[in-house]
């Protein structure tokens, strides 16, 4: 959301550094990850055995390891609680959807599966799924905080839209209707 623009900034441009790195410099996330964990390794390394041989060297007493036994990184189960409750509801919410578009339920949300089906398999041709997940990292770093500043504008023309996108797929639905025969062979198709 950018509400503290340091953080967000890095962020922004550790997210872009990666993606420029897989998408540019054929490294992979798994080669990146495993560079990135040795780079950590080696400046705790040097923070560690710097700390000792400063105060064996330098200071003339031995000096701890400033890192055993202090650091603990876990997460709390909340966390994991909430993250899973969450991708149940995204699920849940996904297969609605699909069900909907799948059983017919409702014309538009069919038609508009089909469409985004349709589109994805030809955008799928055209472009890398790392070049997807880039463009998603992108509109999470970006549609969060202009939706926060222009909601009422975006909903406004979003329901516009909608609504247009739907009077269309009902008039075309009615034009398919009436064109076609009342009955074809033990299935009736509308009402004679």
Not at 78 to 95: H, I, K, Q, V
Not at 99 to 126: E, H, M, T, Y
Request: glycine share 6%; proline share 3%.
């Amino acid at each position: 959301m950018w509400r503290n623009l340091v953080k967000s900034a890095i962020a922004f441009v550790v997210v872009n550094t990666i993606f420029l790195l897989v998408l540019k410099g054929g490294y992979s996330f798994l080669t990146l990850t495993c560079y990135a964990l040795l780079v950590v390794e080696t400046a705790c390394f040097a923070y560690a055995y710097g700390t000792i041989a400063y105060g064996k060297f330098v200071l003339k007493k031995d000096l701890e390891n400033p890192l055993a036994g202090k650091v603990v990184i876990t997460l709390p189960r909340e966390s994991f609680t909430n993250a899973a409750a969450m991708l149940a509801d995204f699920t849940n919410a996904a297969m609605t959807v699909m069900a909907n578009a799948f059983c017919f339920k409702n014309i538009g949300v069919s038609v508009g599966c089909a469409f985004g089906l349709l589109f994805c398999s030809w955008l799928g041709k055209k472009v890398r799924l790392t070049t997807l997940v880039y463009a998603a990292a992108l509109v999470l770093f970006v549609w969060p905080r202009l939706y926060h500043e222009q909601h009422a504008l975006i909903d406004k023309y979003v329901g516009m839209a909608h609504q247009a996108v739907i009077v269309q797929v009902q008039r075309l639905w009615n034009m398919i209707k009436e064109k076609l025969p009342a009955k074809v062979g033990p299935f009736k198709l509308k009402d004679a």
